[in-house]
């Protein structure tokens, strides 16, 4: 079974710290995930990476930024932590497309989700 | 408008009885769809993928895309209270960008 871990379940942190979000897969995959979620908002990306070094911005990636310094952990931290960042994030991780697949069969997996509270 | 919808619900459906959920996508450039179901507080879990035109079927489940509507369903057979549940549709392009683009959920609830 995939695992993804991400760090802390749930983290309290004060306007302006510089928080640090850990996310760890042991599935050997290439791409992870960071995306947060809102109530009526739903699931929104804020970065993604499809290698080591490599990060992509997603469709909210300001106030964020993302490290991925090895294959198995992806990093998301926020710069300057403020109140309207208080949500929950989840990480995920999928490997390539198969060959014999359609290229299509690679579902993201989640971690347990690290909810946020900015004070 | 929305890349991925769905409708919000509450969906309420009796104890087995089939639940069917619906969600529609504007990205034509989309082949690859994805039911999560999640439970409050739990992070989504995958319930099934689908990426051909037709039907796909796992024990209760099954997955229906049409991609000449823009349309994705879920059947979930004999309903359990256990089922009660946010599902999730997201839609996945093969090319360029390989995030999913994730519907808000429709909240079901299976009636005892």
């Known amino acids: 079974d995939v695992k993804v871990t991400q760090s802390s379940r749930y983290l309290v942190k004060r306007t302006g710290e510089k928080v640090f979000l850990e996310c760890v897969q042991d599935?050997?995959?290439?791409?992870m995930f960071w995306y947060r979620q809102d109530p009526g908002l739903g699931l929104r990306l804020i970065y993604f990476?499809?290698?080591?070094?490599?990060?992509e911005k997603g469709d909210i990636p300001e106030g964020y930024s993302v490290s991925r310094e090895k294959k198995e952990r992806f990093s998301l931290i926020l710069e300057s932590a403020s109140t309207n960042q208080t949500s929950m994030y989840l990480c995920?991780?999928?490997?390539?497309?198969?060959?014999?697949?359609?290229?299509?069969?690679?579902?993201?997996?989640f971690g347990d989700g690290t909810r946020l509270s900015i004070l | 408008q929305k890349e991925v919808e769905q409708n919000s619900g509450p969906l309420s459906v009796p104890e087995g009885a089939i639940a069917s959920l619906n969600c529609t996508y504007s990205?034509?450039?989309?082949?690859?769809f994805f039911w999560y179901r999640q439970y409050s507080g739990k992070s989504p879990e995958l319930i099934m993928f689908?990426?051909?035109?037709g039907d796909k079927e796992d024990g209760r489940f099954t997955a229906q895309l049409n991609k000449a509507s823009q349309y994705v369903s879920l059947l979930i057979r004999d309903s359990q209270p256990s089922d009660s549940a946010t599902y999730l549709c997201?839609?996945?392009?093969?090319?360029?960008?390989?995030?999913?683009?994730f519907g808000s959920g429709t909240r079901l609830q299976v009636q005892p």
């Open positions: 995920a991780s999928s490997g390539l497309p198969g060959r014999d697949d359609g290229g299509s069969n690679q579902p993201q997996h």
């Open positions: 599935m050997d995959h290439e791409n």
């Open positions: 990476s499809y290698d080591v070094k490599m990060k």
């Open positions: 990205d034509r450039g989309s082949q690859s």
């Open positions: 689908i990426y051909s035109n």
């Open positions: 997201a839609a996945r392009r093969d090319t360029g960008r390989r995030a999913l683009t």
